[in-house]
């Protein structure tokens, strides 16, 4: 096996379209040490043909498995790894030649470092770059994650690059979730170990119309589940400071309704929620309120 070896996971579901040009990405790498494995779960569209006119490179393996959804997808990939150090890449996304390069480079040179991450852009269905997403931070990351207060690390599942012992010593996606598996999993790794961030962006992510992410209703279920999750798990230093997260999240999940799922009910349920849950975001609340109507008038 070669030394520093990177195993790259791609979970793959009905993307014929995408694929090829994924799969090529991780072919351009700089970094010439990797082994990719396509988990095929349960597509009903070309994929498995796509990924057929990869194979006579020995480097990438493909596996099928009954459709059970990208957490199980990614786990089972994880599970057949033989690399020091992991990736997970999805498989709509776009990796930059030295994506791998860079980040295991900071793996390499700085032992204390567990995960490493990047800085993205966003572009529409055609990879056409609309330009850079909103940087993440590396300071205080498990916390700042709970607060949701910005980005920490953008597009954890084609991003983070981790050293395998973090798998083996029992981080996994959780097959309960869809939208917010990537935030779980990143409180997993923020929790026990250190990640930092590469200011540069590495990666594309491709804004896809019909993203889970656009599923509200799932999102609700997914994220309230991930934070009674970490409360389970006493990821919250404090109770104050657990009911200002959830008062943050509520407010998304407000924001959510209202703009996007145009259910405005849905959206001031979530406000009073918010308001119940740490009172002291009415003053945010009513700025916001005042700017509203003053630009209004």
């Not at 694929?19 to 396509?38: F, G």
């Not at 997403?133 to 983070?160: H, K």
């Not at 019909?210 to 799932?218: D, E, G, L, P, T």
């Amino acid at each position: 096996m070669p030394s520093r070896l990177v195993s790259v996971v791609v979970p793959a579901y009905n993307c014929e379209r995408y694929l090829a040009t994924t799969l090529r990405s991780v072919q351009a790498q700089t970094y010439p040490h990797w082994e990719l494995i396509v988990i095929n779960d349960g597509s009903r569209d070309g994929t498995g043909s796509i990924v057929q006119e990869f194979l006579a490179d020995e480097r990438i393996a493909y596996v099928e498995q009954v459709n059970t959804g990208v957490s199980t997808a990614r786990n089972n990939g994880a599970a057949r790894v033989r690399g020091e150090y992991v990736a997970f890449l999805d498989a709509d996304d776009h990796w930059e030649p030295t994506n791998l390069e860079r980040k295991i480079g900071v793996l390499e040179t700085q032992p204390d470092v567990d995960w490493v991450f990047s800085d993205m852009y966003n572009a529409d269905e055609s990879l056409r770059r609309t330009g850079l997403a909103p940087v993440g931070r590396d300071d205080r990351i498990l916390e700042n994650i709970l607060l949701w207060e910005g980005e920490v690390v953008p597009g954890p599942s084609s991003n983070v690059i981790v050293r395998r012992k973090c798998l083996d010593e029992g981080v996994a996606f959780d097959p309960a979730l869809t939208t917010a598996a990537d935030q779980d999993w990143c409180l997993q790794l923020a929790r026990r170990y250190r990640g930092r961030r590469i200011p540069e962006a590495l990666w594309t992510y491709r804004v896809i119309g019909s993203s889970m992410s656009r599923n509200i209703a799932v999102m609700e279920r997914d994220h309230l589940y991930v934070y009674r999750k970490a409360a389970a798990h006493g990821l919250f230093r404090s109770a104050w400071f657990r009911r200002h997260c959830f008062c943050n999240l509520y407010l998304i999940l407000a924001g959510s309704w209202w703009i996007n799922g145009r259910r405005p009910g849905r959206g001031l349920y979530f406000i009073g929620r918010a308001l119940l849950a740490y009172p002291p975001v009415a003053v945010r609340l009513l700025t916001k309120l005042l700017g509203i109507i003053q630009r209004a008038t």
